[in-house]
Protein backbone atom coordinates (compact mmCIF):
# COMPACT_ATOMS: atom_id res chain seq x y z
CA UNK A 1 0.00 0.00 0.00
CA UNK A 2 1.69 3.39 -0.80
CA UNK A 3 2.11 6.35 2.10
CA UNK A 4 -0.95 7.65 0.54
CA UNK A 5 -3.15 5.17 0.71
CA UNK A 6 -2.33 4.21 4.05
CA UNK A 7 -2.51 7.85 5.55
CA UNK A 8 -6.10 7.64 4.04
CA UNK A 9 -6.82 4.48 5.91
CA UNK A 10 -5.12 6.21 8.69
CA UNK A 11 -7.12 8.96 8.90
CA UNK A 12 -10.32 7.00 8.78
CA UNK A 13 -9.69 4.60 11.55
CA UNK A 14 -8.52 7.57 13.66
CA UNK A 15 -12.15 9.41 13.07
CA UNK A 16 -13.94 5.67 13.37
CA UNK A 17 -12.47 5.97 17.24
CA UNK A 18 -14.01 9.34 17.74
CA UNK A 19 -10.34 10.66 17.80
CA UNK A 20 -9.16 13.31 15.02
CA UNK A 21 -5.05 13.59 13.64
CA UNK A 22 -2.88 15.09 11.84
CA UNK A 23 0.44 14.42 10.38
CA UNK A 24 3.75 16.48 10.08
CA UNK A 25 6.80 16.41 9.07
CA UNK A 26 9.66 15.71 11.54
CA UNK A 27 11.12 19.25 10.26
CA UNK A 28 9.14 21.57 12.08
CA UNK A 29 10.57 20.13 15.56
CA UNK A 30 12.92 23.14 15.37
CA UNK A 31 10.39 25.59 14.81
CA UNK A 32 8.46 24.16 17.78
CA UNK A 33 11.76 24.29 20.14
CA UNK A 34 12.30 27.86 18.52
CA UNK A 35 9.17 29.15 19.54
CA UNK A 36 9.30 27.51 23.23
CA UNK A 37 13.08 29.04 23.75
CA UNK A 38 12.00 32.77 22.07
CA UNK A 39 8.66 32.41 24.83
CA UNK A 40 11.55 31.36 27.54
CA UNK A 41 13.63 34.52 26.84
CA UNK A 42 11.24 36.93 26.33
CA UNK A 43 9.91 36.12 30.09
CA UNK A 44 6.60 34.72 28.82
CA UNK A 45 7.13 31.50 30.44
CA UNK A 46 7.43 31.23 34.43
CA UNK A 47 10.97 29.78 35.31
CA UNK A 48 9.61 27.34 37.88
CA UNK A 49 7.03 25.88 34.94
CA UNK A 50 9.59 25.73 32.54
CA UNK A 51 12.36 24.10 34.52
CA UNK A 52 9.47 21.68 36.05
CA UNK A 53 8.00 20.81 33.00
CA UNK A 54 8.67 22.09 29.80
CA UNK A 55 12.56 21.87 30.30
CA UNK A 56 12.29 17.95 29.28
CA UNK A 57 10.27 18.32 25.92
CA UNK A 58 12.07 15.95 23.55
CA UNK A 59 13.04 17.84 20.46
CA UNK A 60 15.93 15.05 19.19
CA UNK A 61 13.62 12.93 16.99
CA UNK A 62 15.81 11.99 14.80
CA UNK A 63 18.04 10.58 17.49
CA UNK A 64 15.22 9.04 19.45
CA UNK A 65 13.84 7.06 15.90
CA UNK A 66 16.42 6.70 13.32
CA UNK A 67 15.09 7.96 9.49
CA UNK A 68 11.72 9.33 11.57
CA UNK A 69 10.14 11.26 8.91
CA UNK A 70 7.42 12.68 10.63
CA UNK A 71 4.77 14.07 13.64
CA UNK A 72 2.07 11.98 14.49
CA UNK A 73 -0.63 14.01 17.06
CA UNK A 74 -3.84 12.58 17.59
CA UNK A 75 -6.28 14.19 19.73
CA UNK A 76 -8.70 11.93 21.94
CA UNK A 77 -11.66 13.44 23.41
CA UNK A 78 -11.39 12.84 26.84
CA UNK A 79 -14.14 14.86 29.19
CA UNK A 80 -12.72 15.84 33.07
CA UNK A 81 -13.33 12.92 35.33
CA UNK A 82 -14.79 13.92 38.97
CA UNK A 83 -14.14 11.59 41.52
CA UNK A 84 -14.89 11.54 45.74
CA UNK A 85 -12.45 10.81 48.09
CA UNK A 86 -13.83 9.68 51.39
CA UNK A 87 -12.03 10.25 54.75
CA UNK A 88 -13.36 9.75 58.00
CA UNK A 89 -17.22 9.68 56.58
CA UNK A 90 -17.07 12.93 54.61
CA UNK A 91 -16.55 12.76 51.17
CA UNK A 92 -13.75 15.02 49.02
CA UNK A 93 -15.01 15.29 45.31
CA UNK A 94 -11.93 16.43 42.91
CA UNK A 95 -12.08 17.18 39.13
CA UNK A 96 -9.42 15.66 37.12
CA UNK A 97 -8.50 17.32 33.92
CA UNK A 98 -8.47 14.98 30.84
CA UNK A 99 -4.50 15.86 30.34
CA UNK A 100 -3.71 13.93 33.69
CA UNK A 101 -5.46 10.68 32.38
CA UNK A 102 -3.00 8.45 30.61
CA UNK A 103 -4.92 5.73 30.01
CA UNK A 104 -6.29 6.28 26.44
CA UNK A 105 -2.41 6.87 25.30
CA UNK A 106 -1.83 2.89 24.87
CA UNK A 107 -4.74 3.16 23.02
CA UNK A 108 -3.91 5.18 20.29
CA UNK A 109 0.04 3.75 19.97
CA UNK A 110 -1.60 0.09 19.60
CA UNK A 111 -4.15 1.66 16.74
CA UNK A 112 -1.87 3.48 14.96
CA UNK A 113 0.65 0.31 15.38
CA UNK A 114 -2.03 -1.39 13.74
CA UNK A 115 -2.22 0.61 10.45
CA UNK A 116 1.60 1.55 10.45
CA UNK A 117 3.57 -2.07 11.83
CA UNK A 118 2.46 -4.11 9.23
CA UNK A 119 3.88 -1.82 6.72
CA UNK A 120 7.47 -1.64 7.92
CA UNK A 121 6.98 1.60 9.38
CA UNK A 122 8.02 2.25 13.35
CA UNK A 123 6.85 4.88 15.95
CA UNK A 124 7.67 5.82 19.48
CA UNK A 125 5.51 8.26 21.66
CA UNK A 126 7.20 11.25 22.26
CA UNK A 127 7.40 14.36 25.30
CA UNK A 128 6.88 17.79 23.00
CA UNK A 129 4.61 21.02 23.26
CA UNK A 130 1.44 19.29 22.44
CA UNK A 131 -1.09 21.86 22.59
CA UNK A 132 1.60 24.38 20.64
CA UNK A 133 1.99 20.89 17.91
CA UNK A 134 -1.72 20.50 17.96
CA UNK A 135 -2.25 24.42 16.59
CA UNK A 136 0.59 24.58 14.64
CA UNK A 137 -0.88 21.33 12.81
CA UNK A 138 -4.37 22.70 12.24
CA UNK A 139 -5.74 20.03 14.32
CA UNK A 140 -6.63 22.69 17.04
CA UNK A 141 -7.16 26.51 17.94
CA UNK A 142 -6.16 28.13 21.05
CA UNK A 143 -8.71 29.67 23.14
CA UNK A 144 -7.58 31.75 26.34
CA UNK A 145 -5.05 31.13 29.07
CA UNK A 146 -3.57 27.99 26.94
CA UNK A 147 -6.41 26.27 26.65
CA UNK A 148 -6.88 24.30 23.57
CA UNK A 149 -9.90 23.64 21.32
CA UNK A 150 -10.50 20.47 18.61
CA UNK A 151 -13.69 21.11 16.65
CA UNK A 152 -16.14 18.45 18.20
CA UNK A 153 -14.33 17.26 21.49
CA UNK A 154 -14.13 21.11 22.32
CA UNK A 155 -11.44 21.67 25.36
CA UNK A 156 -11.92 18.33 26.67
CA UNK A 157 -8.96 16.37 24.65
CA UNK A 158 -5.84 14.86 25.40
CA UNK A 159 -3.47 14.85 23.13
CA UNK A 160 -0.76 12.45 21.92
CA UNK A 161 2.12 13.13 19.61
CA UNK A 162 4.28 10.37 18.06
CA UNK A 163 7.23 10.09 15.78
CA UNK A 164 7.33 8.18 13.49
CA UNK A 165 9.47 7.04 10.01
CA UNK A 166 6.29 7.19 7.97
CA UNK A 167 6.60 9.64 5.09
CA UNK A 168 4.82 12.85 5.23
CA UNK A 169 3.78 14.18 1.76
CA UNK A 170 2.52 17.05 3.13
CA UNK A 171 1.46 18.61 6.01
CA UNK A 172 -0.80 22.04 7.43
CA UNK A 173 1.75 23.53 9.28
CA UNK A 174 0.97 27.28 10.14
CA UNK A 175 0.77 29.91 12.55
CA UNK A 176 -0.99 29.50 15.87
CA UNK A 177 -4.71 30.90 15.39
CA UNK A 178 -6.84 31.66 18.33
CA UNK A 179 -10.62 30.90 18.21
CA UNK A 180 -12.60 34.32 16.98
CA UNK A 181 -14.37 35.10 20.71
CA UNK A 182 -11.08 34.95 22.28
CA UNK A 183 -8.97 37.08 20.28
CA UNK A 184 -9.87 40.08 22.64
Known sequence: MCSSQLSGALYKSIEKQGFQGKIVSI???KELQKEIEVHRKKGLLDKELYDAYL??????????LAGANSLII???????????????????????????CFSTDDQVADLLEAH?????????????????????????Q??????TYVKGSGSFHRPVVFISDFPCESD??????VMGPCEK
Open 55 to 64: ASFDFEGQRK
Open 74 to 100: ISVPQPQVRIVFVREDKSYPVIIPPTY
Open 27 to 29: AHL
Open 172 to 177: GWGEPT
Open 142 to 147: YGKNNI
Open 116 to 140: LGPQGYRLQKVRLPQKLLAVRSGLA
